[in-house]
């Protein structure tokens, strides 16, 4: 089995900052595309950024410029840096990760179970 847990949310105010870690644990041969997604209430869930094995990135338009995500491969660990957020960035968010279990097996997303972040003054 193969388990994300995330940690970093909670409750912080509109141009503060947080970030979010998400470590990846069990029976992991090599990890893919690390990534975050967030869902608002009343909305589907949305892409906020990837990060690639070799460290390639996107981002979502609605983050571009303030939120960084980056990895650290050794530790199976990816992070979100979220600067000047803003109310409309609340929402829970979930770590994802395209895991290979092993070299004979095709890769398979995993999600962790969701960090809920809250930006209000």
């Known amino acids: 089995q193969v388990q994300l847990v995330e940690s970093g949310g909670g409750l912080v105010q509109p141009g503060g900052s947080l970030r979010l870690s998400c470590v990846a644990s069990?029976?992991?041969?090599?990890?893919?595309?690390m990534g975050w997604y967030r869902q608002a209430p009343g909305k589907q869930r949305e892409l906020v950024a990837v990060i690639g094995s070799g460290g390639s990135t996107n981002y979502a338009d609605s983050v571009k410029g303030r939120f960084t995500i980056s990895r650290d491969n050794a530790r199976n660990t990816v992070y979100l840096q979220m600067n000047s957020l803003k109310p409309e960035d609340t929402a829970a968010y979930y770590c994802?990760?395209?895991?290979?279990?092993?070299?004979?097996?095709?890769?398979?997303?995993?999600w962790g179970q969701g960090t809920q972040v809250t930006v209000s003054s």
């Open positions: 994802n990760a395209g895991v290979e279990r092993s070299p004979y097996f095709s890769a398979r997303d995993y």
């Open positions: 069990g029976s992991i041969f090599r990890i893919n595309d």
